[in-house]
């Protein structure tokens, strides 16, 4: 499932756009510029190998508005960290903000909500979001609610990378077993 490309088209305002999750679209420019802007608070440049390789291991959308001579422009994207088969966290959810107000975005969410639907044994799609439009948008579109509200046993937890440190530390050096002698 990992190497199928979804796509779609649509035109707004005699304007058509592309959403794909075409790997070779979406320039990594794009990503770091979008990574550098306040609306992505939560993301932050990286360097080119780090960016490859999160890219490499995960299923990006790229949205593109396509030109009259049909080259394509990133204006948005979104990035779903899967397993393909069992569970999805949708992240990166990100539009330019001359594009907002279009239904962009929410024709993003829809073409993830899509994607995540042909998952053969889909227990969870996850998000995080800082915002209540964000939020109120998500719910509509993908039925998500809070873990609390639902009646299940999960706990939904998180470690920042410092406190995963500290836990490391106060934990010691992993146990192992000491290799046998062997006669050589």
């Known amino acids: 499932m990992d190497k199928k490309v979804w796509q779609w088209q649509r035109t707004i305002?005699?304007?058509?756009?592309l959403?794909?999750?075409?790997?070779?679209?979406?320039?990594?420019?794009?990503?770091?510029e979008s990574f550098?802007?306040?609306d992505m608070y939560?993301?932050?440049?990286?360097?080119?190998?780090?960016?490859?390789?999160?890219?490499?291991n995960s299923l990006t959308t790229g949205v593109y508005?396509?030109?009259?001579?049909?080259?394509?422009?990133?204006?948005?994207?979104?990035?779903i960290i899967t397993d393909y088969i069992t569970f999805?966290?949708?992240?990166?959810v990100y539009l330019q903000p001359s594009y907002r107000a279009l239904?962009?975005?929410?024709?993003?969410?829809?073409?993830?909500r899509e994607i995540v639907l042909e998952m053969p044994a889909l227990r969870s799609l996850v998000l995080l979001t800082g915002s209540e439009q964000a939020a109120k948008l998500y719910r509509k579109e993908l039925g998500m609610q809070l873990l609390e509200e639902e009646d299940t046993a999960l706990t939904c937890m998180r470690a920042r990378r410092a406190t995963l440190a500290d836990a490391a530390s106060a934990a010691g050096p992993i146990p192992q077993d000491e290799p046998e002698a062997t006669d050589a």
């Open 13 to 17: 305002n005699s304007q058509t756009f």
């Open 19 to 32: 959403l794909s999750s075409n790997r070779t679209l979406l320039p990594h420019a794009f990503v770091q």
């Open 36 to 38: 550098a802007t306040e």
């Open 42 to 56: 939560w993301a932050r440049p990286m360097s080119s190998d780090q960016l490859r390789t999160m890219l490499s």
């Open 65 to 79: 508005l396509i030109s009259p001579d049909n080259t394509t422009t990133p204006v948005g994207m979104a990035r």
């Open 88 to 92: 999805a966290y949708l992240t990166d």
């Open 103 to 112: 239904g962009l975005g929410t024709w993003l969410i829809q073409c993830c």
